[in-house]
């Protein structure tokens, strides 16, 4: 039997919903930006360099391994920037991933399950559609059964 929610934990869980709705839109973006990055240095052979002295952006050819030295860049490399910048996004995606795992007391597989939406491309989109409508019901359900159990919250006659 899998544990349920606590009640105490229903406006924690839609913070953290909604936190996770924003991080895992954009590890997607992300994500897809670093596909594109990928292509364009293993399929075209370059890397997008960006204030140069020759251009404001230039797509520069891949320096073999190792020899980095001899051949030295000037500018900003954009592309291990997004590198960077999506691994950056992926931690907080995963904290986010638990924040809202945690409280809902969901299977760990469930935890795994999202936490690949930020390492296959548009996943993440996928499951924050999917897994925001299903807390969103379990909440709306739940909140709804206890406001009609709780005879405290229900409006007296002439108060509505």
């Known amino acids: 039997m899998q544990l349920q929610p606590k009640p105490e934990d229903y406006p924690r869980i839609r913070r953290s919903l909604s ?13 897809l930006l670093l596909c594109a990055v990928m292509v364009m240095k293993y399929a075209f052979g370059v890397a997008l360099f960006l204030f140069t002295p020759n251009a404001i952006a230039e797509f520069l050819p891949i320096v073999p391994e190792g020899q980095e030295a001899e051949f030295p860049r000037e500018g900003f490399d954009l592309f291990k920037a997004i590198l960077i910048a999506h691994g950056w996004f ?68 002439g108060q509505a």
């Open 19 to 31: 936190i996770y709705k924003v991080t895992s839109v954009i590890t997607g973006i992300m994500l």
């Open 90 to 157: 992926y931690v907080v995606y995963l904290i986010s991933d638990f924040l809202l795992w945690s409280p809902m007391r969901w299977g760990f597989t469930k935890f795994l399950l999202i936490a690949l939406g930020g390492v296959i491309p548009f996943l993440s989109f996928f499951l924050e559609g999917r897994v925001a409508r299903e807390v969103t019901s379990f909440l709306d359900e739940k909140e709804a059964a206890l406001a009609a159990s709780d005879p405290s919250t229900t409006p007296m006659k």
